[in-house]
């Protein structure tokens, strides 16, 4: 045969039909040269493609010197066509995907922000606050028998229990609190340390008022007052037993 | 000039990303760009964008210099084509009716003339061709891939793509042929 390969192309046609045993199909290499040709073509690079090459200048070459290899990167490099230095970008991509991990806090955190200021509008306008006012009114109506019964229990137990340890722990008439009372005689300058101690102390009891009540004659109704109720919760546990026994044999008679 | 130097001696451990990125892209874009048009992909083009920026990424973990490079890059290549063929058969492409674009219709005398000025018409046989042929004869062309490689892509055995290759030889000269006699 007389034919021999003058390019690239037609070398790697030759050598597809080698393989496939139809080094003789000479209707086929005008097909597979067309075919060849589709990839002839080279596009042009978009902008973040050139962004990418960019780096080669300002890095300059890092394939290997002294190789021939290292010849053809430079050459090719500088065979590529320059790009514009304001159209190519790099586009960092772990910043886009922080970016994507921070926006489900951002549209939680801008949401609540808003429900914040919402609240706040709408507890301004006093239509809204009339409305809530009856509506807790209707509540507390609708409870209000179980809760009355039970809130004067609450503030009047722990009440006189503290200040019954507290009257106890310090003897003297003042019922402030302990060791101011004790320590301190008299003035202004006490007077207004106790308001500070009485008020952190003990918010939740206004009845006890230990700063109010050393300039006022309030000691002098607590004083005999914290004496029963020590002797209360004592009276009561031998009372409550004796009548619990008789019940028993009255049982196994029936 | 340049090509006459083997890929297989470019050492590119420890280099610079970008410089082989660039290497890379004008030796195999316009192979990708034809490989996609081979394949029939609509905006090839755009596609062989694509392939490259993926590739990028890539590139740190690269074994194997610029043919590595290569074989890398028409993986990604087929992958991007495989994901085109799968959108475009989920959503059906709707375009208004153009007389000119009715593959029923037959080619006008004018058409045959130019069509036969431009040459056989390589791309149009394809198309008659089943997707493994079509696939094969695109990477062992226009790709210029070796065997092994073809082989790795197309998940199957050195072996089985050369017979395959072969069938794809012989369909595409029938298809010639009958296509010469059709219009002679």
């Known amino acids: ?254 | 000039m340049l090509d006459s130097v083997t890929d297989e001696y470019v050492h590119t451990d420890g280099a610079d990303p970008s410089v082989l990125f660039t290497v890379a892209y004008r030796r195999y874009s316009g192979a990708v760009l034809g490989y996609l048009r081979a394949k029939g992909v609509d905006d090839a083009e755009a596609v062989t964008q694509d392939v490259f920026l993926a590739f990028f990424p890539k590139l740190e973990s690269l074994t194997g210099g610029l043919q590595g490079a290569k074989s890398l890059i028409f993986s990604i290549a087929h992958a991007r084509m495989v994901d085109h063929y799968r959108r475009s058969e989920r959503a059906p492409a709707l375009s208004p009716y153009e007389a000119e674009l009715d593959g029923r219709s037959s080619a006008s005398a004018e058409d045959q003339a130019m069509s036969h000025a431009n040459g056989l018409g390589a791309a149009a046989l394809l198309e008659n061709l089943s997707e493994d042929y079509r696939e094969v004869l695109a990477l062992r062309v226009v790709a210029d891939l070796s065997v092994e490689q073809v082989a790795d892509i197309m998940g199957k055995t050195p072996g089985a793509v050369k017979q395959l290759q072969r069938r794809a030889l012989c369909a595409l000269r029938d298809r010639a042929s009958i296509t010469k006699q059709g219009t002679s």
Do not use: C
């Open chain 1, 1 to 254: 045969m007389s034919y021999t390969p003058v390019s690239g192309s037609e070398r790697i046609i030759d050598q597809v039909l080698a393989e496939a045993g139809l080094e003789d199909a000479d209707d086929l290499r005008p097909v597979l040269l067309e075919l060849r040709s589709l990839g002839g073509e080279q596009p042009g690079p978009s902008a973040e493609i050139l962004a990418l090459m960019e780096g080669t200048r300002s890095a300059g070459s890092g394939l290997s010197a002294g190789t021939p290899d290292g010849q053809i990167a430079d050459a090719e490099i500088a065979d590529a066509g320059t790009p514009d230095p304001g159209s190519a970008d790099v586009i960092d991509l772990a910043a886009r995907r922080r970016n994507k991990r921070r926006l489900p806090l951002t549209v939680f955190g801008v949401a609540a922000a808003l429900a914040v200021g919402g609240g706040a509008a709408a507890a301004a306008d006093q239509g809204v606050r009339d409305t809530l006012h009856s509506a807790f009114t209707s509540i507390a109506s609708t409870f209000g028998g179980e809760n009355h019964k039970q809130g004067p229990k609450t503030p009047t137990v722990p009440g006189p229990a503290e200040t019954g340890g507290e009257s106890q722990g310090t003897a003297p008439s003042p019922a402030g609190s302990a060791p101011s009372t004790s320590g301190t005689n008299g003035g202004p300058a006490d007077g207004t340390h106790r308001r500070q101690d009485g008020g952190s102390q003990a918010p939740a009891d206004p009845g006890t008022g230990p700063g109010r009540s050393s300039e006022n004659p309030w000691p002098n109704r607590t004083a005999p007052a914290i004496p029963d109720v020590p002797a209360a919760p004592s009276i009561p546990d031998p009372g409550l037993t004796p009548p619990s026994l008789p019940p028993l044999p009255a049982l196994p008679a029936s």
